[in-house]
């Protein structure tokens, strides 16, 4: 017997597609759709949902009937790795200042791949800081917290 | 005729005195630099310079702006061929083919062929600017919100064209990055939407961080998720340039991509990034064996770098005739100019003319500049991606936090970055291309804009889209391009469905 | 020319690039004792580069660090049409380092703004309105318009037919149309634009029939007479614009539209760094280089103390609430 869903990739596209549909749909229900000449702040988005969900909903249905691709694998090391590493430096970039936080961000995100040298992440991530404390802060004086904001 | 050549020699004379010449070459060495670096683009710089630039003689200081602003572009387009992350909007579509090719050990040729086609077509733009200015500024007078309208429209169904895969899926995402770009202000009510009550988000998503975390940190993830040797750094590096045959073969792309980039830049709003993708969508539509791009082909290299350069030059029309700045670099030079007591317009030309023709002929000095800087770095920034893997990405993904954080001093636009990073993350895995979305997202605010101004304006009448000819050209255009691209997808689908 | 002199200014841009970020980081601890300012004081300006000011506040704080022995160091922090900036000064320490830079945004705003992540009156206070600019009255060229009277008589003509062109809702262009169609009855359609720069090529092909613009926007176009300039809305005539009549002269007596400037500080600074702050600001708007620099882009000094700088916002609030109130305004 053939599995239901034959389309596995169209099918999860179209399920996304219509889950920003979705969204945009309801956010935009809250905006003016405005009368006459003067087109509100709600009409096009509106416009734009219900295109959007037409498209995911083609997908979805399609994705019964034609065979298309698996998904690949998902490995969740690298991923949650990194965003957890993003996040880190949004946290603290202002309180810790870029010494610190990227420091520390690009160390720990050396653990993402399956190779990790410690000493090596190490040498990396304080040639990193140095590299964009130099190029960064002095050279092109962008405003960024250097050291911890007491 | 005679005119124009007395003309250009004034120039010249302005532009090659040792004075000059330094500032050319500071103001594209440091575009160069900061178009590579991630999160301070030519906007930046350029404000950054502006107070030095006071200090200055106006011509030398419109050299050294002009100068951070065609550098930029071309170093936009290094980080999107070696790591994949287009710093500006424009190098989007050079990343298509430019990073593939990377990843084929066919750096060194990438690299050289986007500086060769750039610097072809930074010539012939020169020319361009030198013969044909005063009529295309009169194209750019034409172009009224109706016109822009439907230019975005076309814009956006020639975006499809560059998916490699499913054209729903393509279309899609270019929907998706419309709604993407709906985030903030609106400039027709003031209305915030999108915002989800976050300050940060009230001027919308930030672009760079929008690119940066699907380039960038999503394209990480992806790569660390296949084996280590599946990775760019083992692939075998080949020859640093470009072969005759490889300069041959780009020959006609580059003259058609210089063409398209020339007329379009002249044009205010997107003009340059509609350039760019115009002239890759061409390409694919009339070069032979179009089934290579997408995959590393060179003219898919050549087309975009061609196009953006020239239109970046010809973008300098409406701000020295017209005093209609084409982008944010322009306004600021609006500015420089100003402070000078120099108020651009049609009377620059005539009134100035040392200082028009002086900028236009800096520009070539500039793009040959460019070359001679660029060519022998190529041989570095080759060895540089034979780092292992397990190097490079930490600091791919360090860059891109800096970059987003630098972008406005905003902590928003990191987080933001990181909940685009896990939708790219999905969009990459579910085969959904994101240069559609990304098209979308810059297009799309213009798009929605000029529709309503538009009609505002016409009092709600539609007609006015159909009742100018250049407006009524392009929605034909669009559904032209629309056919073409639809059709062999359903005959493909009949054939399967008959098979079956 | 020698090569060493050609390449000197170049070079020393370069130095003064590095050297201008290298002082903001100067970290002086050991220097806390002594009197304001003894450390780097920040120049906030909540808008994108480009335009007045950027222009002005990169002028001020060039001028102002000769006056006070301290670098200004001006710093762009745009968004949310200066809401980001004005906050980011309103919640730093009072303590007279951080400033900011606005125009009359910083009172409309609190007016039009369904919620505001701070209070003016509470958070902020005026260090000294430093200058007045005058917006611009323009009209399509191809309109039969050489007056205000002709373009009142010309929107009670032709209904419907007016359009005027701003930088977006709630902008000191949109509200100066306001304020006109308010005081004539002329009824005539806002178009918005990202920034009023972009609405020129639609003036000129009589798409947008008028609008009031900032000087620097209008005179790229009004030089040459692509654009005809019918007014100037001062309380006298600019010098920019000998020839044109203010609104005022030309009948409806007292429509001032100001394009003001003020610098800021967060309320609780203490009274010796506002008088030095203010000192210093009256100084630098005496000096003829700054005069000079402010003139070229039609800029006229100001430089009140800070009571009257506080009693001219308090104004300016007013009569732009009542603008909007009475035009029923909002963001929708």
């Given at each position: 017997m053939k599995p239901l869903i034959r389309a596995p990739k169209d099918f999860w596209s179209g399920v996304m597609f219509l889950a920003f549909a979705a969204l945009t749909l309801v956010t935009a229900s809250g905006y003016s759709m405005g009368r006459g000449g003067r087109m509100g702040p709600g009409y096009f988005p509106t416009m734009l949902g219900w295109l959007l969900a037409l498209l995911g909903a083609i997908l979805v249905i399609r994705s019964f009937a034609i065979t298309g691709e698996a998904i690949e694998k998902i490995k969740f090391r690298p991923l949650l790795a990194l965003l957890g590493c993003v996040l880190f430096f949004a946290v603290t970039i202002n309180p810790l200042g870029l010494v610190i936080s990227l420091t520390i961000t690009t160390f720990l995100c050396a653990?993402?791949?399956?190779e990790v040298r410690v000493g090596e992440a190490l040498a990396l991530s304080l040639g990193l800081t140095l590299f964009s404390l130099v190029i960064f802060?002095?050279?092109?004086?962008?405003?960024?917290?250097v050291w911890p904001s007491l | 005729m005679m005119d124009v050549f007395s003309n250009i020699w004034l120039g010249l004379t302005v532009a090659v005195t040792l004075k000059n010449l330094a500032y050319c070459l500071i103001g594209s060495f440091l575009g160069t630099v900061v178009g590579v670096l991630?999160?301070?683009g030519p906007v930046t710089t350029v404000a950054m310079l502006m107070p030095i630039s006071f200090t200055l003689e106006p011509t030398s200081a419109l050299i050294m702006l002009a100068g951070i602003y065609y550098g930029a572009q071309y170093g936009g387009s290094t980080t999107a061929i070696l790591i994949?992350?287009?710093?500006?909007?424009?190098s989007v579509v050079t990343s298509l083919d430019g990073h593939q090719m990377a990843r084929q050990g066919r750096a060194g040729p990438a690299l050289g062929i986007a500086a060769l086609g750039s610097f072809f077509a930074g010539t012939v733009a020169t020319f361009v600017i030198a013969f044909g200015a005063p009529p295309l500024a009169k194209l750019a007078l034409q172009f009224g919100p109706a016109e822009y309208f439907s230019l975005m429209l076309c814009g956006l169904v020639a975006a499809?064209?560059?998916?490699?895969?499913?054209i729903i899926k393509a279309i899609a995402m270019v929907l998706l990055g419309l709604v993407f770009g709906l985030?903030?202000?609106?400039?027709?009510?003031g209305v915030r939407r999108?915002?989800?009550?976050?300050?940060?988000?009230a001027d919308g998503i930030e672009f760079v961080a929008l690119s940066m975390a699907i380039y960038g940190v999503a394209e990480v993830i992806v790569n660390l998720e296949k084996?280590?040797?599946?990775?760019?750094?083992?692939a075998p590096v080949g020859s640093v340039w470009p072969s005759w045959a490889d300069i041959r073969y780009c020959i006609p792309t580059v003259l058609r991509g210089t063409a398209l980039g020339s007329v379009l830049g002249?044009?205010?709003?997107?003009g340059a990034l509609l350039a760019s993708f115009s002239a890759y969508t061409l390409e694919k539509k009339?070069?032979?064996?179009?089934?290579n791009f997408g995959h590393g082909d060179i003219r898919g290299v050549a087309a975009p770098e061609s196009a953006n350069n020239a239109g970046a030059q010809t973008s300098f029309i409406p701000m020295l005739?017209?005093?209609?700045?084409?982008n944010p670099t322009m306004a600021l030079m609006i500015g420089a100019l100003m402070v000078h007591g120099i108020t651009p317009g049609p009377r620059v030309m005539t009134d100035r003319p040392e200082l028009f023709w002086g900028i236009v002929a800096s520009m070539w000095i500039g793009n040959l500049l460019l070359v001679v800087l660029n060519l022998p770095m190529v041989g570095i920034w080759v060895r540089l991606l034979r780092t292992p893997y397990r190097l490079m990405f930490p600091a791919i993904v360090g860059f891109c936090c800096i970059g987003a954080y630098t972008v406005?001093?905003?902590v928003t636009d990191i987080v933001v970055m990181a909940f685009i990073t896990l939708f790219g993350y999905i969009c990459l895995k579910l085969d959904c291309e994101p240069a559609p979305l990304i098209l979308g997202f810059v297009l799309g605010p213009l798009m929605e804009e000029n529709l309503r101004r538009g009609l505002l304006i016409s009092r709600g009448d539609p007609m006015i889209f159909l009742n100018t000819p250049i407006s009524l050209g392009f929605l034909i255009a669009a559904a032209l391009l629309l056919l073409v691209v639809a059709a062999p997808a359903i005959r493909r689908k009949r054939e399967e469905a008959l098979v079956e | 020319m020698t090569i060493a002199r050609a390449l000197r200014a170049p070079l020393s841009a370069l130095v003064l690039l590095g050297l201008s970020s290298a002082a903001s980081l100067v970290v002086t601890s050991a220097a806390?004792?002594?009197?304001?300012?003894n450390k780097p004081v920040r120049l906030v300006?909540?808008?994108?580069?480009?335009g007045i000011i950027d222009y002005v506040g990169r002028t001020m704080a060039q001028a102002l660090t000769g006056a006070l022995g301290q670098p200004v160091v001006a710093e762009n922090r745009p968004g949310a049409g200066g809401i980001t900036g004005t906050d980011s000064v309103a919640r730093?320490?009072?303590?007279?380092?951080t400033l900011v830079l606005m125009d009359p945004a910083i009172v409309i705003n609190p007016t039009l703004?369904?919620?505001?992540?701070?209070?003016l009156f509470k958070q902020l206070k005026t260090v000294s309105i430093i200058s007045s600019s005058p917006e611009v009255v323009v009209v399509a060229p191809?309109?039969?318009?050489?007056s205000i009277s002709d373009l009142i008589a010309y929107g009670k003509a032709n209904p419907g037919k007016l359009n005027f062109a701003s930088a977006?809702?709630?902008?000191t262009p949109h509200l100066a149309g306001e304020l006109f169609q308010q005081r004539t009855g002329v009824v005539a359609t806002h178009i918005p634009y990202?920034?009023?720069?972009?609405?020129y090529p639609d003036m000129m092909s009589n798409k947008v029939q008028f609008a009031f613009s900032s000087i620097a926007g209008a005179l790229p176009f009004t030089t040459d007479n692509r654009v005809r300039v019918?007014?100037?809305?001062?309380?006298t005539r600019s010098p920019v614009y000998p020839d044109a009549p203010t609104v005022d002269e030309a009948g409806?007596?007292?429509f001032e539209v100001d394009l003001w400037l003020g610098i800021f500080a967060p309320a609780a600074t203490p009274a010796e760094a506002m008088d030095k702050l203010n000192g210093a600001m009256q100084t630098v708007l005496k000096d003829p280089e700054v005069l000079k620099a402010l003139a070229k882009v039609g800029v006229e000094p100001r430089g009140t103390t800070s009571a009257e700088g506080e009693a001219f916002l308090k104004a300016e609030f007013g009569k732009w609430k009542k603008v909007i109130e009475d035009g029923n305004i909002k963001e929708n």
């Open positions: 653990f993402a791949g399956d802060v002095f050279a092109l004086g962008l405003p960024l917290p | 991630p999160g301070i994949n992350i287009p710093g500006e909007a424009s499809v064209v560059l998916a490699r895969g499913s985030s903030g202000s609106d400039v027709n009510s999108f915002t989800y009550g976050f300050q940060g988000l084996k280590v040797d599946e990775n760019a750094s083992t002249v044009l205010p709003g997107g009339v070069a032979k064996a179009p089934r005739t017209l005093g209609i700045p084409s406005n001093a905003n | 806390q004792a002594q009197a304001f300012p300006l909540p808008y994108s580069p480009g730093s320490p009072a303590d007279g380092y703004q369904p919620s505001m992540p701070y209070d191809e309109l039969p318009i050489k977006g809702i709630g902008t990202k920034s009023i720069g972009q609405s019918i007014a100037t809305t001062g309380k409806l007596k007292g």
